[in-house]
């Protein structure tokens, strides 16, 4: 193998940009200079496209599970009432997080690789009035869906007073999110997915209806005080020291994707999930998901022939090329391949290409190129 190559296709933490990586080499300033202050009030504004808000975007020092976590316990009060989504391990850990905190926590879970019912929801909610918040997970990473949070979101609003709290930590940024018009009231993502930078900073946007609860929720909390940073970004700063290099990093992300087009960022994500879909298909290896629920930042497969571990670590020892395995449920039962953030349709017809060897020499019998040729097919469609 060659050394110090690597090819990370995990859906996060996901490669780095050569820019964003420079970025972030700039020398450390103080988080209350002015040129950091500079920095904040610069980069801020430039998130809420990507959450489809116009409200503040937080900027939280954290890896995402934190912004999950400041979300639960900002919202709710000991002894309230949550319905949590669960589609798979990221809604379980909304749950554990609900419980953990002494919600009183109700589930709905759907089997894993496939999309929340909106339905089951709806007659849930009329059923139970006094949920005062639902938990869902925009793309539910372990299994690649991605949720129809915007039909939820409708369901919810003409069926309950709930809050609609969504994690969308693994897309936000790749796909389209529209906070304010579809009606999310808490919308939380991290770093280290689809905005292309290192793990260490998580952001949270809050709506109007949601804030009033926050303010009126008397829960002791510190660190996760989500006031405390709306108030701090209203001086262009934060309440505690702040991952400086990261912010660095991300103006330079923001730059890129306003560069190339939030639409055209969006579209390219829908590419590369055809790309990959279509590759697999080819190649008669079963996807988990149904081409409705799947997202565009991460495919999951369920192979039959071959156990999916085995085409994992040979392909890290042989090629460097990482990809991901199943969580829980689904451990040793699926690969994922991560394509989001920083991703070309290039990329994915490497890792194609590199899966095809690697099946090879597991025994399969495939015909070599017969993946690539459906991706780039799907490629050339799109050009
Ligand atoms: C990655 C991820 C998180 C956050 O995980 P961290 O390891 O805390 O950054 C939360 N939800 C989803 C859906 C994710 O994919």
Redesign the pocket.
């Given at each position: 193998m060659l050394p110090d190559y690597q090819l990370l296709r995990i859906?996060?933490p996901t490669p780095i940009p050569p820019s964003v990586q420079r970025a972030m080499s700039q020398p450390m300033v103080g988080h209350r200079s002015a040129s950091f202050q500079e920095l904040l009030s610069r980069v801020a504004p430039r998130l809420k496209p990507l959450f489809g808000t116009k409200q503040d975007v937080l900027i939280l020092t954290?890896?995402?599970?934190?912004a999950?976590e400041a979300a639960v316990v900002n919202a709710l009060d000991e002894g309230e009432a949550a319905l949590v989504l669960v589609t798979g391990a990221?809604g379980d850990?909304f749950r554990k997080m609900c419980q953990t905190y002494g919600l009183d926590t109700y589930v709905i879970e759907s089997e894993w690789g496939r999309a929340f019912d909106v339905e089951e929801v709806e007659n849930f909610l009329r059923q139970h009035p006094h949920i005062k918040a639902v938990f869902a997970?925009?793309?539910?990473?372990s299994t690649a869906v991605l949720n129809p949070i915007w039909e939820l979101a409708k369901v919810i609003q003409q069926n309950s007073d709930a809050l609609f709290i969504v994690?969308a930590?693994?897309c936000l940024g790749a796909v389209e999110t529209k906070m304010d018009e579809w009606g999310i009231d808490i919308l939380v993502t991290?770093s280290?997915?689809a905005l292309m930078l290192p793990?260490g900073l998580?952001f949270a946007a809050i709506s109007e209806k949601g804030w009033h609860k926050v303010q009126h929720n008397r829960r002791p909390r510190f660190y996760l005080d989500l006031s405390r940073y709306q108030q701090s970004l209203s001086d262009h700063a934060t309440p505690f020291t702040p991952a400086v290099s990261l912010v660095m990093g991300l103006e330079q992300a923001l730059n890129l994707i306003e560069e190339e087009g939030l639409e055209q960022v969006i579209k390219r994500h829908q590419v590369l999930k055809e790309m990959t879909r279509q590759a697999f298909k080819a190649l008669s290896l079963p996807l988990l998901t149904s081409d409705k629920d799947a997202s565009p930042t991460v495919t999951a497969v369920r192979p039959s022939q071959f156990k999916a571990d085995d085409l994992r670590s040979l392909l890290r020892k042989k090629f460097g090329l990482t990809l991901a395995g199943g969580q829980q449920k689904l451990k040793g039962e699926i690969f994922r391949v991560g394509h989001m953030g920083y991703c070309s349709p290039l990329d994915v017809l490497q890792t194609i290409a590199a899966i095809e060897v690697g099946l090879k020499q597991l025994g399969m019998e495939i015909k070599l190129g017969q993946g690539t040729q459906a991706a780039e097919e799907v490629l050339i469609h799109d050009l």
């Open positions: 859906p996060g954290g890896s995402g599970t934190l999950l990221f850990r997970t925009y793309c539910e990473t994690d930590v693994s991290g280290q997915k793990a998580a």
